[in-house]
């Protein structure tokens, strides 16, 4: 089956780094665009940034345009989300995704195949 293990969550305090590592197994990333989405408490999934394995291309939220970076590992099959200057904003239920092709998008409804989520939170 494939499967998708994200980690690297947990607390830091504000202005601080964190770096989450989606892992597949099962899965190559060949052909594939993998996504970090997240989910704070009483809001909907938003897309944070996404990677296309065919040729590295990246797009960012907004919100997170020059703080935090996506890079991957395909030898590894790992994708990572740098995160640095975390604002209490940033906490959330990190997601990473994947979806065939090689469009970047940042629409959940495009990725088939989802990791389980790990928890960011960023203190004031």
């Known amino acids: 089956d494939v499967q998708l293990q994200a980690s690297g969550g947990g607390l830091v305090q504000a202005g601080g780094s964190l770096r989450l590592s989606c892992a597949a197994s099962a899965f190559s990333f060949d052909n594939y665009v993998i996504g970090w989405f997240r989910q704070a408490p009483g809001k909907e999934r938003e897309g944070v940034s996404c990677?296309?394995?065919?040729?590295?291309?990246?797009d960012y939220a907004n919100s997170v345009k020059g703080r935090f970076t996506i890079s991957s590992d395909n030898a590894k099959n790992t994708v990572y989300l740098q995160m640095n200057s975390l604002k209490p904003e940033d906490t959330a239920v990190y997601y990473c995704a994947a979806a065939p092709g090689v469009i970047l998008t940042m629409n959940h409804w495009d990725y088939d195949y989802w990791g389980q989520g790990t928890l960011v939170t960023v203190s004031s």
């Open positions: 990677i296309g394995s065919s040729d590295g291309s990246t």
